[in-house]
């Protein structure tokens, strides 16, 4: 039965037409759910129901199952091919096909409903589309089914659907093993995979008003089993709550009892995860502002407003609550008050530990290593060659340029002793003067060409790999030389926990890896500015860190607003094994509510997704 949306939305929708509608409302109303019927199918369906004769005798179904055997074999020996076809869906003809598929998939469906309900003697008033939050769901209405006088005509009602789907499957796995390759067998592919799995998967699950609804409720015998469940869900809580002392909806006990409050409860909880997944999938889909007010329509339409009609009756009823009343209360009001007891907070913020002053050493020039000369651990004074390089094309260059010095010399002396054209002479000086230049400026370079130590210091880090003969280029650090002394802590904060420090506390820092003692830190220095980028790369989300960023030009750039916080160690001279330890500063920030902190993080959100 598929009168889905109008009888889930209905109760709502009755207490809007009591009000005037505006056209903002009417907006809003048709944004949600809309219905448009296409066909008043009874007549036809009784005319060709003959014509589906056979889809009822119990001989089908073997045949069918048989099919189903014999297509599942004959796409196991072809299983590698099976699994292309699903790599050519995702493309547009793929896409398209599977699109159509599905349509005619769910017309079927629908159909499938229609003939059983005629056959089992019920009349179908409509056939048509729904579209609830912008999606069509096609539908048939069979609510006349109700009058019938067995459970299990409704239950067959019910599963038609879903038993048509799975029949198309069948025939669809066996077109797929002989249909050429193209969009035919696209479409074939669809409809025996995705297709069926997508809509059990929606059609199964008895908490949406789709069959999986109505199958659980005509196999319970026990009609509109939301409409019921949701009245004793209601009453039990104003019970639990308010102890108004009501007589029981329906004199339902025990397990049945049990069963309709649960079945209350375990809609109402899936449905607000539901609604609110539909509603972030909204807001992102839609460009911010018009995200913010549809999202803000559907949580306050499908989550708030019932959950407020619920608090309004309360109110109401207020007086008529017993000694339960009172203590709910109580309850209530502590469970606010302790939201708002400031308690003390730990600030956590991303950070680094290092030495203090420590610098990084690159290779001026791409070349290739010759030999290492340093070790790690190892002091070197500022200067001090760390790997010795080669260029090869430098001494190519070189040797080049000095063969042409020697020739350009050679004539010179010759031109002087015939003393012929002076010009030519002066051109040749010129040149002569040009090489021995160029042979300076290579000399130069082939001295330059080494790693040397940017500082007096330790040996702090020394890349691996750097072996004899292997290229490296000028961007990669090589080596860090750290001055032995002081440490520091050095990370980001957020704008939201920014507030909440300043200079002069105190905490510790903790290495990720716990492969030290925690150590006492003092807040030196915090920035009031946002850092462009995060020149402590290793704490970039991007390289494994915890502040949320992306490469931008090679760089690390903050997602949001990250302000540098710097901390110093007090009473350490020593070198680290690393270069940089992660790990985080906890510090001891001012004591803040729950409540407040909620609060705040809620605006910063709306405030940076409004502006943004
Ligand atoms: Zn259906």
């Known amino acids: ?19 005037k509608r505006s056209p903002s409302e009417w907006l809003l109303h048709n944004y949600l759910f809309f219905k448009v019927p296409l066909a008043r199918p009874d007549a036809f369906l009784r005319r060709t129901s003959p014509y589906v004769d056979a889809l009822f005798h119990p001989g089908f179904w073997a045949g069918v199952a048989l099919l189903g055997l014999l297509g599942l074999y004959l796409v196991s020996r072809q299983w590698e ?40 003697g019920s009349r ?19 609510t006349d089914a109700w009058r019938l006088p067995k459970r299990r005509q409704r239950v067959m009602i019910d599963a038609a659907g879903m038993v048509v789907e799975l029949l198309v499957a069948v025939l669809a796995t066996l077109a797929w093993v002989f249909l050429p390759d193209g969009g035919m067998r696209h479409a074939a592919f669809a409809l025996a995979t995705t297709g069926w799995v997508l809509s059990l998967a929606v059609n199964l699950n008895p908490l949406m008003r789709f069959d999986g609804y109505y199958l659980f409720s005509d196999l319970l015998g026990i009609p509109n089993l ?5 009245a004793m869900g209601r009453w039990w809580l104003r019970e639990l709550l308010f102890g108004y002392g009501e007589p029981q909806p329906e004199p339902a006990q025990g397990q049945r009892k049990a069963l309709l409050v649960g079945f209350a409860y375990a809609t109402w909880i899936y449905r607000f995860f539901l609604f ?19 999202f803000m329509v559907e949580v306050g339409w499908f ?33 606010i008050g302790a939201l708002f007891v400031p308690f003390p907070y730990i600030v956590r913020i991303p950070a680094v530990l290092t030495a203090t002053q420590q610098a990084p050493a690159f290779a001026p020039r791409p070349a290739r290593i010759e030999a290492v000369r340093v070790q790690q651990g190892q002091e070197v004074k500022a200067g001090q060659v760390l790997i010795e390089l080669s260029a090869p094309e430098i001494e190519q260059q070189l040797k080049g340029a000095r063969e042409r010095h020697q020739l350009i010399q050679d004539r010179l002396g010759r031109r002087s002793a015939d003393g012929r054209d002076l010009s030519e002479s002066l051109v ?42 292997r290229w490296i280029d000028e961007k990669t650090r090589l080596a860090v030389v750290a001055k032995p002394g002081a440490l520091e802590a050095r990370g980001y904060v957020d704008a939201e926990d920014l507030r909440r420090i300043e200079e002069g506390d105190k905490g510790r820092f903790v290495d990720d890896l716990h492969l030290q003692d925690s150590r006492d830190i003092d807040v030196v220095r915090v920035s009031a500015a946002a850092a462009d980028q995060l020149d402590n790369w290793v704490l970039a989300s991007t390289f494994g860190g915890a502040v949320p960023a992306r490469m931008q030009g090679g760089k690390a750039q903050a997602e949001h607003a990250a302000f540098e916080v710097s901390a110093a160690i007090d009473g350490v001279s020593e070198v680290l094994p690393l270069t940089e330890i992660r790990g985080e500063m906890q510090i001891r920030g001012r004591p803040q509510s729950f409540g407040l902190r909620m609060l705040r993080r809620v605006t910063h959100v709306l405030v940076r997704e409004a502006g943004a």
């Open 1 to 19: 039965m598929h009168p889905v949306p109008e009888q889930t939305f209905a109760r709502v929708m009755r207490l809007r037409l009591a009000m």
């Open 81 to 120: 091919a099976f699994l292309a076809t699903f790599a050519d869906m995702l493309s547009v003809e793929g896409i398209v096909s599977f699109g159509l598929s599905l349509a005619l998939v769910k017309t079927l469906h629908e159909l499938g409903h229609g003939y059983t309900a005629v056959r089992m």
């Open 124 to 142: 179908v008033t409509t056939m048509g589309v729904a579209f609830v939050v912008m999606t069509p769901i096609l539908y048939t209405d069979t």
């Open 226 to 230: 939301q409409e019921r469940s949701f």
């Open 276 to 294: 609110l997944g539909i509603a972030l999938l909204v807001y992102h889909y839609f460009f911010k502002l018009l995200g913010i007010f549809l």
């Open 303 to 335: 989550i708030a407003m019932p959950v407020w009609r619920e608090v309004k009756v309360w109110f109401k009823r207020r007086h008529d609550s017993g000694s339960r009343g009172v203590i709910t209360a109580l309850v209530v009001l502590g469970l």
């Open 428 to 469: 040749l000086a010129r040149e002569l003067h040009l090489e021995a230049d160029r042979i300076n400026g290579l000399e130069r370079e082939r001295s330059r060409l080494a790693v040397r130590a940017p500082m007096d210091g330790i040996v702090a880090e020394l890349t691996s790999e750097l072996s004899p003969g």
